[in-house]
């Protein structure tokens, strides 16, 4: 009797407490979210920022294609139409996430013939320390030569999007390019 007792006043047994917890499923689904929820946030963070990435590097060849039509034709040249104004055109095609104003460099150069494009003629969009450059070329070209439009973006939202490294600058940012390569039009004949 003591120990029928002793085992019913001191509380459950080993065993029986044992038994309880295997048959207790309360806390199951939140064991399985925190197992699955590393993994689902870093797949989900990483399918938003290549989205993101793809997105704005669509749109800036999109604005730098659109932009140059004006010099493709000639309507640039014969307008006399400034850097500053060419690159308010281009920034006129892209979205409002892109900071255009800071961010974007625009080079246009143009050159008789493509035999002489060389790689050492075209201009760099980083400096020696990965930052972007803030030197820019503009030279629209006449009729019939061709101009080569190269804009540089540094995406800095590559820096803060967690669990995924897109950056290739210093700081962390993305440096997205787009070009386009033309032979403007017998214009002005």
Not at 9 to 26: H, M, T, V
Not at 31 to 36: D, L, N, P, S, T
Not at 69 to 96: D, I, M, N, W
């Amino acid at each position: 009797m003591s120990e029928a007792r002793i085992a019913g006043s001191g509380g459950p047994s080993r065993s029986n407490l044992f038994a309880r917890w295997r048959k207790d499923a309360q806390g199951v689904t939140a064991i399985e979210f925190a197992m699955v929820a590393m993994p689902f946030l870093m797949l989900l963070f990483g399918i938003i920022g290549v989205g993101l990435y793809f997105f704005t590097t669509f749109t800036l060849e999109n604005a730098v294609e659109q932009a140059a039509r004006v010099l493709r034709t000639g309507e640039a040249q014969e307008a006399g139409l400034s850097e500053a104004q060419f690159k308010a055109r281009v920034c006129g095609f892209v979205p409002g996430h892109v900071d255009c104003e800071n961010k974007v460099r625009v080079n246009v150069l143009s050159f008789t013939d493509t035999a002489n494009i060389a790689p050492d003629s075209l201009p760099t969009c980083l400096n020696n320390d990965n930052t972007l450059a803030g030197t820019t070329q503009y030279a629209p070209g006449a009729a019939s030569e061709v101009v080569v439009v190269w804009v540089c973006y540094e995406w800095e939202l590559s820096s803060k999007i967690p669990f995924l490294d897109l950056g290739n600058m210093a700081g962390g940012s993305r440096l997205i390019q787009a070009t386009a390569v033309f032979r403007t039009e017998p214009y002005g004949t």
